[in-house]
């Protein structure tokens, strides 16, 4: 996509996108496996790697494990948010810590407790504060008079979505699965991830 688009035309790509005929035999259901890259490698314990960071949040120093195999198949999601960066929109990220994470969801989503967040479609997925690790606050707006629309999103996979959409795609590969993932099936993570709502 050549420009940043504004928010009503954001919200017009984002309605056809939902119009889209998607492949009967496309992969379905990412949303809702709660596998872990990490866990899932063989021989991930001999693999790990140190990453230190900074609560954004509380100013606590952070230090947290990762998997070097997990990211051959994934960009870092720090990378993917500032490629939404370099395409023109304004988005930022933040790390928090376990306490600040579980904080910012009671006030973001004061209802659910360790439910669901959203029941779209038969879409069901969790805001997931992940122990001992990287929690990412992903912060979104169309406008700089707006407030930042913000979500806790630890999954690569939504920031894959949101960039995909961003840069005028219908979908992209996912080359973890090797199958290539419809954004027309994704459209309840966009909302959620951006704030955006097809309604509107």
Do not use: W
Request: hydrophobic residues 35%; negative net charge.
């Amino acid at each position: 996509m050549d420009k940043k688009l504004s928010k009503t035309e954001l919200i017009e790509r984002l309605k056809a996108i939902a119009v889209e005929e998607v492949p009967e035999n496309s992969f379905k259901g990412r949303i809702s496996q709660c596998y872990s890259v990490f866990e899932g490698l063989p021989g991930h314990e001999k693999s790990r790697i140190e990453t230190q960071n900074t609560c954004s949040h509380c100013g606590k120093e952070l230090t947290y494990y990762r998997c070097q195999e997990a990211l051959t198949y994934e960009t870092d999601i720090p990378d993917l948010v500032k490629e939404m960066s370099e395409l023109g929109y304004d988005v930022k990220l933040e790390y928090v810590c376990e306490d600040c994470c579980k904080k910012l969801k009671e006030e973001l989503y004061p209802n659910i407790g360790e439910g669901l967040v959203f029941d779209v479609n038969d879409e069901k997925f969790m805001v997931k504060v992940v122990p001992l690790s990287e929690n990412y606050v992903f912060y979104f707006r169309t406008d700089s008079t707006l407030p930042y629309h913000c979500a806790i999103a630890n999954k690569n996979h939504y920031y894959r979505i949101v960039l995909s959409f961003l840069q005028g795609k219908s979908l992209y590969r996912d080359k973890l699965i090797d199958e290539d993932i419809f954004l027309a099936r994704e459209i309840h993570i966009i909302e959620f991830m951006t704030g955006l709502k097809i309604d509107e």
